[in-house]
């Protein structure tokens, strides 16, 4: 079985070695075996072989925090999946051939999704819907503005705000996504900029900005925040540029604007089992409708993992950089 291993926290494509190892065995009661069909390369991931993510494990370490697998063989006692099943994980260390995981780990997922999709489904979608949910009460008319825009994470956001009937100001850091990004439904697509707060102003036409989401972070933070109305909140889940949220004091001064930060683990700790199996089901049904969609850019065997990650840090990707653990999805 072939399995991505790091061996030192460092250069992601220097550190990551897919390496042989004796297979996962057959499932103890109350686990599950499942091959691991499709995962994706996340900046969470990156930040993770460069030992710089929340989570530094001792090496070697498997990276990997979500993907989609097929049941091959469950254990004594389990009654959730059986074998055939497709199954996403909410355990980590998912860059791996084959899995065996408890059984309350490996949600089923509903027949008819695509696989590809399937495989991104346990992350992006639900933090941008907690993104929207958790930190301010917002009605229809309302205004939001983010950045990272044309992510994963950004193109859900722009989805379910339109949904729900919010406006959304979509700031990226480059023009040749904007379109794709109007015809998701974004009212606004601004490039980043020291004059955001102004071009912002103008877009919304005094309107006021009651939420503003962050992934790039330092100034980038700063420019979100001068954005956002007296009293609003400032939501930081993410750091494209390495660097901490800053927020300008005028914005946390003299308008009140709040600074938090989002974390999808305690996002979902807050909530019961049910509500989070219920959270699950219904972005199935989403992406199975076609409703959310995260593009990909390229995918790649995992006996490639070097190259994968190499294209995975390169800008100007349109989208996401898959790796296939067991050779083509059929
Ligand atoms: N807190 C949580 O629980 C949580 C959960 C999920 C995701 N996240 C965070 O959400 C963010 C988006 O994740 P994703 O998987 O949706 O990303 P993704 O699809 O891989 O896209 C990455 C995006 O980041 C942009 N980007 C990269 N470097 C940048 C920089 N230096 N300055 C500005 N923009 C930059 C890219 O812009 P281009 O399109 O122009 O290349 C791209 O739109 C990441 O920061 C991730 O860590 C956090």
Redesign the pocket.
């Known amino acids: 079985m072939k399995r991505i291993d790091i061996t030192a926290y460092g250069v992601p494509e220097e550190v990551a070695h897919c390496v042989d190892m004796p297979d996962v065995g057959e499932p103890r009661p109350g686990e599950v075996v499942f091959d691991m069909l499709a995962f994706p390369i996340?900046?969470?991931d990156i930040s993770f072989c460069r030992g710089s993510y929340r989570l530094r494990p001792p090496l070697p370490a498997t990276p990997g925090a979500e993907g989609v697998g097929r049941v091959t063989a469950v254990g004594a006692g389990v009654v959730n999946v059986k074998p055939g099943d497709l199954v996403i994980n909410m355990q980590r260390e998912n860059w791996a051939q084959r899995r065996r995981v408890k059984a309350e780990d490996a949600v089923p997922i509903p027949p008819g999704l695509d696989l590809v999709q399937a495989a991104m489904l346990r992350?992006?979608p639900p933090?941008a819907l907690l993104l929207l949910d958790d930190h301010v009460a917002l009605k229809p008319g309302d205004w939001v503005i983010q950045n990272?825009s044309?992510?994963?994470?950004?193109r859900h956001v722009i989805v379910l705000a339109k949904a729900r009937g919010l406006r959304t100001i979509n700031v990226?850091?480059?023009d040749d996504?904007a379109g794709e990004l109007r015809d998701l439904g974004a009212d606004v697509v601004l490039k980043d900029g020291p004059d955001l707060a102004e071009r912002a102003r103008a877009a919304t036409g005094g309107a006021p900005i009651k939420l503003g989401i962050d992934?790039?972070s330092g100034e980038?933070c700063k420019r979100i925040g001068d954005c956002v109305a007296e009293g609003g909140v400032v939501v930081s889940?993410?750091?494209?540029?390495g660097q901490d949220p800053v927020m300008s004091r005028t914005a946390v001064n003299m308008r009140g604007v709040n600074l938090t930060g989002?974390?999808?683990g305690r996002g979902l700790a807050k909530r019961t089992r049910e509500q989070v199996r219920a959270i699950y089901a219904d972005l199935a049904l989403k992406i199975r409708g076609g409703v959310l969609k995260?593009p990909i850019d390229a995918f790649y065997p995992i006996d490639e993992i070097r190259q994968a990650l190499v294209r995975a840090q390169q800008?100007?990707?349109h989208g996401?950089v898959l790796v296939l653990p067991n050779g083509a999805l059929q």
């Open positions: 996340n900046p969470a992350i992006n933090t990272v044309n992510s994963a994470v950004g990226v850091r480059r996504v992934a790039v980038a889940y993410g750091s494209m540029s989002f974390n999808l995260a800008g100007g990707r996401k």
